[in-house]
């Protein structure tokens, strides 16, 4: 845990959490739906067959109590989260190691942890980087590890985002394989619903631009990572052994995104791209 003189650092120096395990059939269903807003024509997996990478974000959701809210829809405590004042979330990564697919249908156990906790100067001050461990058993044995990468702030971040939404530019890329989508409000809905994901700058307009000062609806980091696997899924037969992925930069409701990548001597390099930025996102897979 961190030490020193900062002002964060007072907060979390003595926070140390403990493990939590919890327990959960994959049902079929959440993939089912995932695969609708996925625009596929039926599930991409049933039970007995493997879960993609990346859909064990489905299961081991928490829906608190709506008086246990905060201002922006997250919840405002947590066994996980830090106790820093007007605490403010932004997913900024993680990494997977995935020794044998998890199975749709199986009881599965999770077990969470924390695994790191820093507390660095940004440009816009201090912020605490928290990395959540996440082990997932079936059958006795340990399938699938990951690692999410959690960046925290104190008080409001209203901040100068210099961007006007343009719904008809199209981004440009020579990927070997190409994924287009135009996310709207209401993908953005279904996305928050079926992740038990409340942050309101994802579906409260006035919010997001007097609150947060974004110019839009604001394009959840993970639905971004799991359109650059999806790309995999729908292009690469080969078995994904491990990912890491980085959200760089906001994307917006409206704007025109393509997910793309190339393949490398034992994986692939993915990124999905807007006409503003090629690498809002980024991603690095190997196979088994």
């Given at each position: 845990?961190?030490?020193g ?5 007072t ?14 059939v994959?049902?079929a ?10 625009n ?9 067959e ?18 246990e809210?905060?201002?922006d829809?997250?919840?405002?405590d ?7 004042p ?5 997913f900024a990564?993680g ?14 156990e999770?077990?969470?942890?924390i695994?790191?906790v ?46 006007v939404v343009?719904?008809?530019a ?16 209401a993908l ?6 079926l ?18 000062g974004?110019p839009g ?5 993970p ?7 999806e ?25 025109q ?5 190339n ?15 090629a ?10």
């Open positions: 845990m961190p030490t003189s900062s002002v964060l650092g907060y979390v120096d003595s926070w140390d959490p403990g493990p939590v395990t919890d327990e959960e994959l049902s269903e959440p993939v089912a739906a995932l695969s609708a807003v996925l596929q024509s039926k599930s991409v997996a049933g039970v007995g493997a879960l993609p990478p990346l859909w064990q974000w489905l299961y081991f959701l928490r829906w608190p109590k709506q008086d809210l905060g201002e829809g997250h919840p405002r947590g066994h996980f989260l830090p106790p820093i007007d605490r403010q979330r932004m990564g990494r997977c190691e995935i020794s044998e697919p998890l199975s749709v249908g199986a009881r599965t999770r077990i969470s942890s695994a790191n820093a507390v660095k100067q940004g440009r816009t001050g201090e912020m605490v980087f928290v990395t959540q461990r996440n082990e997932f058993r079936q059958h006795g044995r340990t399938c699938l590890v990951e690692e999410q990468d959690i960046v925290y702030r104190s008080g409001k971040s209203a901040g100068d985002h210099p961007v343009d719904t008809s199209t981004p440009q890329s020579d990927g070997e394989w190409q994924l287009a989508d135009q996310p709207d409000p953005l809905f279904r996305f928050s619903a992740t038990a994901n409340a942050h309101r700058i994802h579906y409260d307009s006035p919010y997001v631009l007097d609150e947060e974004y609806l604001v394009v959840h980091g639905l971004l990572a799991v359109l650059m696997l790309l995999l899924r729908r292009n690469e037969p080969r078995r994904v052994r491990s990912l890491s992925f980085r959200l760089r930069s906001p994307v917006f409701a409206g704007e995104v393509v997910a793309s990548g393949s490398t001597s034992n994986g692939a390099v993915l990124q999905v791209a807007t006409h503003r930025d690498r809002h996102a980024t991603a690095e897979v190997t196979f088994a």
